[in-house]
Structures are given as structure tokens and as C-alpha cells.
């Protein structure tokens, strides 16, 4: 599932391409991916509309249209948003087609089919539970050591399942905490009241850095992750226990395990992260 730093990517690469131009036709082939209004509603409102702004907030896209409507993508486990010229050749999974006013279109393609696509007022956006009730992002004003701290103390259960949840921290995924537990030396089992206070710090500072690095590498591409032009990242070649099950730790040497935790398969180090 692409990340915060996989969905920045793709939000700066598409950024200087799409705003300012005008969706002209919108083609819709799988409509059960427009979860609100209905497909038929979604295209009628979005057709003519100019493209104003592009953010994001946590692993949503949201494009703003004008008369204050948004568009907002979650592109969840396989989704991927391409720009390209309409006559090249479309990504097989092509499901929703954004046709604009320079003659160029942006794609919508999703293998497993588990994106999910909204447009909607400004004043809407309560709607989808996920964005209202996102917790503050790694880098953020609002992303303190004196929040986590706090946090992590009113917390009973393991560690690795509250820095999944996105009401505590928006953003993060299950690449990039495997990563930041490594990084801060804390077993991904630990239970989060039991982290003391210097390792606390240690893991303010890990998830921010790790997330600073998969921005700065183009994000992480195992299999589906590509940007908005189709490219794709190489934090994957950076990263230190995720998916290197039975490799050497490159601090330590010990092969590195894989065991499942809140739900999620899990990398650490069992000498450096007791």
C-alpha cells in the first residue's frame, strides 16, 4: 500500500501538471470505486471543472475543483494515478479516466480493485471517517515529541499495532513503522507504556527521518507503487529489515525475522531490537 511519502510523491509529480487545467469528460469503468455520490453524480459534478489545488493529508490525494468541490483519492493497496497523453497506451487496469482540456488525461488504475474515489463539498469532508479523524503526520507542526510521549503512556497494547493507527498517527504504514522501530531499537511486540524516555526520543526522531528518506528516495516499490509519470521509487534498496527476512541486520549481522504482529508481517531484529 503506498504510504505518506509514496502518496507526496505522487502528488508533486502530478502537481504542476494538473492544476490549472479542466477535467473535460470523465470516464467511469468500474463504478463501484466512487463510494460518494453515486458514479453517474460524481461524474456530472467533476465534468467542466478546472483543477485549483492539489494536496494531500496522510494517504489521501485531494484535488480541488472550483466552486469548492474536491475530489479525493485513497489509493489503499494497489491504486496508482498516471499522467499521460490520451493517445499512449493505458495501463491494463485502467478503471477511471480523467480526460483534460489540454488533450492529456490522468488514469485512475487499480489492480485489486480496493481504491476507493469521492467528490464532494469542502464542508463534506466529515464524511469520510478515515480523513476527519486522522491523527497529526510525521513532519507536521502537530507531530510533537511531547504527543507521542503522551500517547505511547496511555497506551496498554503493543507498540507496532498504535503507530498503525491512523487516529494516532496519520500516514504511517506498516513499511515505514517495521523501519522506525528498527531505527529506534524497539521490538515491534513491546508493549507502548514501556517505552522510557530516552527511547521515546529515539523514535521521534526515527519516524520522521524515515519518512524525510522515503520522500527523498521517490518512495518504496515492491510491486505496484509507481508516481504520477509511471516511475518508480528505490527506498526499497535504503531499508533495513523490511522485507529482508533471513538477511544480515546491516547493524549487527543477525538474520533478520519475520513474525506477525497486529495483523501485519513484521521485520526486526531480535538482537538489536530485544
Known sequence: MPEMPEVE?????????????????????????IKWPTADRFQAITTGKKITSLTRRGKYL????????VIVVHLRMTGKLLYSSANTQQDRFSRI??????????????SR?????????LDELWRITGLSSMGPEPLSEDFTLNYLKEGLKKHKGNIKALLLNQRFIGGLGNIYVDESLAIAGIHPERKADSVTESE????FSSINAVIRDGIEHGGTTFRDYRDGNG????????????????????????PIVKIEVAGRGTHYCPNCQR
Open 9 to 33: 510523491i505522487i502528488k508533486r509529480s502530478l502537481q504542476d501538471r494538473l492544476v490549472g487545467r479542466t477535467i473535460q469528460q470523465v470516464d467511469i469503468m468500474l463504478p463501484r470505486l
Open 62 to 69: 485531494l484535488f480541488g475543483l472550483e466552486d469548492d468541490l
Open 97 to 110: 479516466k480523467f480526460y483534460l482540456d489540454n488533450g492529456d488525461m490522468m488514469q485512475y488504475a487499480d
Open 113 to 121: 480493485t480496493l481504491g476507493t474515489l469521492y467528490a464532494m463539498s
Open 200 to 203: 521515546v526520543d529515539k523514535l
Open 231 to 254: 516511475h518508480s521509487g528505490s527506498h526499497q534498496f535504503h531499508l533495513r529489515v523490511y522485507g529482508r527476512k533471513l538477511l544480515p541486520c546491516l547493524i549487527c549481522g543477525t
